[in-house]
């Protein structure tokens, strides 16, 4: 049978050939080509440049990508160990700024290297290779209990919209915000979902559309302006995003586009939940402004997709690759523990206090 995208992992360690086997999310939906990645330059060249994208996919990526980096360092000298180790983490970090979960991927892959670092090189480059599998196995139950809470929230029938990818493209499975609606699916419910083109790099037609559809959901895809149009039309009962990072105050980052979305649901009275593992939420910030915001080339909105510039020569182009969503606009964030909601910072407290119980 012809292999179809659910089939494919979207991030994995192939531990025999010692790599990191990627779908290239570039060609998609046109072709589904995987890749096998074995040095650090074009890990980071990967995550830069979207082949591998969604803020799960991209710590677990680095999470391997670490480990890789070190798996061959032939030396017994734990100082020098540590050295290019940092040097690694440092160099992957810079790959892309918004989302936390690289950096968030990279720190525990760091703890896990100074917990034992009172042994041999031998341990520590075990640890760090158990620790990227624990990363990525984590990821399928933390999205698939995001998933069930998620689907709490809504109707058999419902009428959901999405935002990008938040989908099985962005994770290891399910994805955060499409959670509930292969969840949905596995039960039977007959959700009817519409899927924005998410421009610039199309992530909602080229990746969501074409996941889900092959899933065998019902897809509708829509042009980001007409988002207004559907809500008004009543086709809309919820909406799920998923994020890059969460402020302490709920404040969230996510693909451009997303706080249009937020804002204009907002006025018509639909829900806005945003699907985010608490590796995504930041504490260290107190709100969104305070969130590293991308900014990618002018290319991508003047020369990308068609054979024919877009635009005119010259034009000046401003081209940020997330906004944030005001956390007035959000009515819940859905995290592996349960829905949060106002007040956001205490509610995050409360989590994290489970998390470590
Ligand atoms: C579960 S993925 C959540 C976000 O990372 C996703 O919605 C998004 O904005 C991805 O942006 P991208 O630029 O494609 O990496």
Known sequence: MRKTILD???????????????????????????LSLT???DIWEAIYLLKVRGAPAIGVSA??????????????????????????????ATSRPTAVNLFWALDRMEAVAYKHGEGSVEEVKEALHQEAVRIREEDIEVCRRIGEHALSLVQPQAGL?????????AAVKYGTATAPMYLGQEKGYGFHIYVDETRPLLQGARLTAFELQSAG?????????????????????????????????????????????????????IPVYVCAPTSTIDMALSCGAEIPIEERSGDEITEMWYEKRMAPQGVKVYNPCFDVTDHELIT??????????????????????????
């Open 8 to 34: 494919c992992d979207t991030v994995t360690l192939d531990e025999e050939n010692g790599a990191l086997v990627i779908v290239d999310q570039t060609q998609l939906p046109n072709r589904i080509e995987m």
């Open 39 to 41: 040095n650090i330059e």
């Open 63 to 92: 999470a391997i990508g670490v480990y890789l980096a070190m798996k061959d360092i032939q030396t017994e000298d734990m100082g020098l160990f540590m050295k290019r180790f940092k040097k690694a983490k440092e160099y992957l």
């Open 161 to 169: 919209l999405t935002h990008c990818n938040a989908g099985k493209l």
């Open 217 to 269: 959901m019902d897809v509708t895809l829509i042009c980001d302006n007409m988002v207004g149009a559907v809500m008004k039309k009543g086709l809309i009962d919820a909406v799920f995003v998923g994020c890059d990072r969460v402020a302490a105050n709920g404040d969230t980052a996510n693909k451009i586009g997303t706080s249009v979305v937020a804002a204009v649901a907002h006025y018509y009275g």
């Open 332 to 357: 819940g964030i859905v995290t592996e523990y349960g829905v949060v909601q106002e007040p956001y910072e205490e509610s995050f407290q409360k989590i994290f206090q489970k998390a470590i119980l």
